[in-house]
């Protein structure tokens, strides 16, 4: 048969890779063939020594001589605790090259967001926003790539690359349709779980077409291989007995090979029987073996370079072993020419000066195993020791910490107290979260014990609130927190309590606590918590808690952010419950200094938390204050933007912007920013309070907009329908579930989910009719099966509307009264609501009263007025109702 050979110029390790390289082929040239192409990703899959490296290799190679831009970078074994390591090998020499102003200028706003995890700039006073920096990172390669073009990543050992890298590795895959890079990922198979498994299986997905897997080599390849190495002449019994040593594995036939050469075994069929024992030096035990015949100083040597994993060089080396400079230049050269170190390839990147790397990943893995545990150890805790003198900086040094064994060291307990600030910075929490587990195993000194606790629990606050819980509750049973710090702990565990769906237990702490403080700004900020969960959370209310929280607003004039809270919450809970709303406008103002936030009460504060601040907005918007509103929700939309907050914040804010602009009848520009919170919450997970404010936010503002079958297909699509969340959600889901099933048709289900909205506001002791604008939706669906409660239920929001005292509720109160009446008493009506909604801020209910006064009076002139104020809305299906009316009006012409 004839034996499959790669081209002259490939590696032996391509033999029998025609295929997967004519694939890698096509893709360069697919890329190099227009700056407009859509990028693409190609992912390879096989086990240890099958080739990955090799077709890597060849990549670079058939890129380069297309005239592409290569940047390639590997995971390491030892090194997946490391955050952000295989994306900094990636992207660091590419910017490293530029002066600071021309890194800046090309990451422009995501320069001090994404800089930090590069390491091409120190990071801010804040801890950075995981998503935010990942968003950053996608950006950094988008508009590198626009300079480089055409540009090719290659990453090798993706199954060992750190989270934060797979992390940016799958968001980035998912956008490469816009960006005309090719990506190539080559990985084993299994081998990894949890985050990390969920990110290499979505970058799989976006890869569009089959992962490349990758299979061992035929007996007629091996055969080829065989006699392109020992020479023509090599006995097929020899080659058949190379196949079933290496069970075709390219990497040890290539091994073998040279063993084969080096001892200078003939090729003969007599010689056959000795390749199984010349196989078995070549890995595993006999790899050590064959290492430990080279000497103590040459297995010394080696172990260090494996304890370092990455910038091997033998100055680093050698302070590691405690060897001699010559000594340790001898050993090196030593490894070298035995196979097991070798120079890094100068095309896949720079290289340091005498640096060195094992040649295959095996072999590390090989002679890393084969430490001694103990020692192993021991050199973990030198190693850290030497990358710290040498620059590197105690969270270079922080995946070593984590390796030494327990022993009541307190520097060390600094030491990880400190990496996990600098993780914290970078925007890595969970690796954060491991250098502060690690530290309470040493463990801390009794007065630092509690701290530690403290750090934990505000680094793994919501990623893990179970784990938190614990945490924190440990920390304050301890002394050492005492204080503001102790106040804070008491807020991050009632925040922990809450998502992990512990409501009660979360009001009951912040009481208790209350409770033990003296009066002061501090039992203020815990009686103020309480009072915002339990207005935010629980689908009843504690009885007399609107008493409580009005008694205590009435002794706050405002002096410090504990008073400015409960003015806030005050203001909120008169909202939310229809109370009058100059009174809710003055207790919002009062929270205000000169018309801003107070500082230390900005968005990006955490002493407090988004929700305050959204409360605050949210009276502003539903007391026809849409100005004081929108400059509200602009302004974290803008904060959170700049400061690179892009996951949950984010979302939120567009979701309130929406908000705003539906207030305002700006529905093209609701719908818009309305789609990229829903887009933004997606990513941060389904079921969220935030993923609910914008799928109601998003249905509310299509259903204003007339495109029913839109609403009713993105309700589908985001489940937006019961059980809904125990929090607050404006707008009110069940108004606006109830309010899109009567567009739909399906009015007796609208019924019942109105008389829900019904119930659930009675459990919250009372409501805002334009907040939960239920009442007047189920007045006109009853108008005709049940005019008697219809019309009850219309006077109830007349009189909650005149409580309330704005022009939006009193109009929309009216709107609904005139649509169950006839005649002239209905254009009176209609007449009063268009009056009142003239003054609101609030144009698409203007439109609608315009429209609906136009049919009952047959006044052209108000319908002409009526649609253009429904076309400047974007209101297409009242734009559709008044030229329909129009028409009519008119008569035949």
Not at 579 to 607: M, Y
Not at 736 to 754: I, S
Request: proline share 4%.
């Amino acid at each position: 048969m004839t034996e499959a050979r790669p081209t002259s110029a490939a590696s032996p390790s391509l033999w029998e890779r025609d295929g997967e390289v004519a694939v890698i082929a096509r893709a360069v040239e697919t890329l190099c063939a227009d700056r407009s192409s859509a990028g693409s990703l190609v992912v390879l899959r096989g086990e240890a020594g099958l080739g990955k490296t090799a077709l890597l290799a060849e990549t670079r190679r058939i890129a380069e001589a297309r005239g592409c831009t290569v940047w390639s970078a590997r995971g390491g074994e030892t090194l997946r605790s490391v955050p952000f390591n295989v994306v900094r090998q990636l992207l660091q020499p590419a910017l490293v090259s530029l002066l600071p102003e021309e890194a800046r200028e090309y990451l422009g706003d995501w320069y001090d967001i994404a800089g930090p995890a590069l390491g091409i700039t120190e990071p801010g006073e804040r801890r950075a926003d995981p998503q935010g920096v990942q968003d950053g990172l996608v950006a950094a390669v988008r508009r590198l790539a626009g300079r480089d073009w055409p540009l090719v990543l290659l990453i090798d050992d993706a199954h060992w690359a750190d989270q934060e890298t797979l992390g940016w590795l799958s968001a980035f895959a998912e956008r490469l349709d816009g960006l005309s890079v090719l990506v190539v990922v080559a990985r084993r198979p299994g081998g990894v779980s949890g985050e990390s498994a969920r990110h290499l299986d979505s970058i799989a997905a976006a890869a569009g077409a089959p992962v490349t897997t990758l299979s061992a080599l035929t007996p007629d390849a091996v055969a080829g291989l065989t006699r392109a190495t020992l020479g023509p002449h090599a006995d097929a019994s020899f080659c058949r007995e190379v196949w079933a040593v290496t069970a075709g594995n390219p990497y040890e036939t290539i091994e073998l090979l040279a063993k084969v050469q080096d001892t200078e075994l003939q090729p003969t069929d007599s010689s056959a029987g000795e390749l199984r024992a010349l196989n078995r030096s070549a890995r595993g035990g006999g790899l050590v073996a064959r290492l430990e015949q080279l000497g103590i100083d040459a297995t010394r040597f080696a172990w260090a370079a494996a304890i370092l994993g990455t910038g091997i060089s033998v100055e680093l080396v050698a302070r590691l072993a405690a060897m001699r400079h010559d000594d340790a230049v001898r050993c090196a050269e030593l490894l070298c020419s035995a196979r097991f170190l070798t120079e890094p390839d100068p095309s896949a990147g720079p290289v340091s000066q005498g640096e060195l790397q094992f040649l295959h990943p095996l072999i590390a893995s090989a002679v890393y195993n084969s430490i001694p545990d103990a020692l192993r150890t021991a050199m973990h805790g030198i190693a850290a020791q030497v990358v710290t003198d040498s620059g590197r900086g105690v969270a270079a040094a922080a995946r070593h910490l984590l390796q030494v064994h327990p022993d009541d060291d307190e520097e060390l307990v600094e030491q990880l107290r400190e990496a996990a600030r600098e993780h914290l910075a970078v925007g890595a929490p969970d690796a954060a979260r491991a250098c502060l587990e690690r530290a309470l195993l040493e463990p801390p000194r009794p007065e630092v014990h509690a701290r530690v606790l403290y750090e934990l629990g505000c680094a793994a606050l919501l990623t893990a609130p179970a784990r938190t819980i614990g945490h924190l509750r440990t920390a304050l049973a301890m002394r050492g927190l005492d204080g503001a710090e102790r106040v804070d702990a008491v807020f991050r565990l009632s925040q922990a309590l809450l998502h992990n769906d512990q409501l009660e237990e979360a009001v009951r702490t912040v009481e208790a606590e209350a409770a033990r403080q003296g009066a002061g700004p501090a039992r203020m900020r815990l009686q103020a918590v309480q009072y915002m969960w339990e207005g935010i959370f629980g689908e009843t209310t504690s009885p007399g808690r609107s008493e409580r929280l009005a008694e205590l607003a009435r002794t706050c004039a405002g002096r410090d952010n504990s008073e400015r809270a409960v003015l806030i919450l005050r203001a909120f809970d008169l909202m939310a419950h229809g109370g009058n709303a100059e009174e809710v406008l003055e207790c919002a103002d009062r929270a205000l200094v000169n018309g801003r936030l107070a500082p230390g009460l900005g968005w990006t504060d955490s002493e407090w938390g988004i929700e305050l601040l959204m409360m605050l907005g949210s009276s502003y918007a539903y007391a026809d204050r849409l100005d004081r509103a929108e400059s509200l929700f602009a302004e974290a939309l803008r904060v959170y933007t700049t400061a690179g907050w892009s996951g949950g914040h984010l979302a939120l804010a567009n979701a309130f912007v929406g908000l705003a602009y539906r207030r305002q009848g700006r529905l093209r520009d609701a719908e818009a920013i309305l789609r990229e919170s829903l887009r933004l919450a997606e990513r941060v997970g389904r079921g969220l309070p935030l993923y609910w404010s914008a799928s109601c936010g998003l249905v509310d503002t299509l259903l204003a907009r007339g495109h029913v079958d839109e609403a009713w297909a993105v309700a589908e699509r985001y489940g937006f329908a019961p059980p809904y969340p125990s929090t607050i959600v404006l707008p009110d889901p069940r108004s606006v579930r109830g309010r899109l099933l009567l567009a739909a048709g399906r009015t007796k289900e609208g019924v019942n989910e109105l008389e829900a909205a019904e119930k659930a506001a009675a459990s919250r002791g009372g409501h805002n009719p334009v907040l939960a604008p239920w009442t007047v939706d189920l007045a006109r669906a009853l108008a005709v099966e049940d005019p008697v409660r219809a019309g009850r239920l219309a006077a109830d929001a007349r009189r909650q509307a005149e409580r309330f005292g704005t022009d939006t509720a009193i109009g929309e109160a009216l709107r609904c009264a005139a649509a169950l009446e006839t005649g002239q008493r209905a254009v009176r009506l209609a007449g009063q609501a268009v009056a009142y909604l003239e003054s609101s801020p609030c144009q698409y209910e203007h439109a609608a009263a315009r429209v609906e006064y136009g049919i009952a009076a047959r006044s052209v002139a108000d319908l002409n007025r009526g649609l253009a104020l429904a076309r400047s809305c974007g209101a297409d299906g009242l734009v559709r109702q008044a030229r329909e009316a129009l028409d009519t009006t008119r008569g035949p012409r």
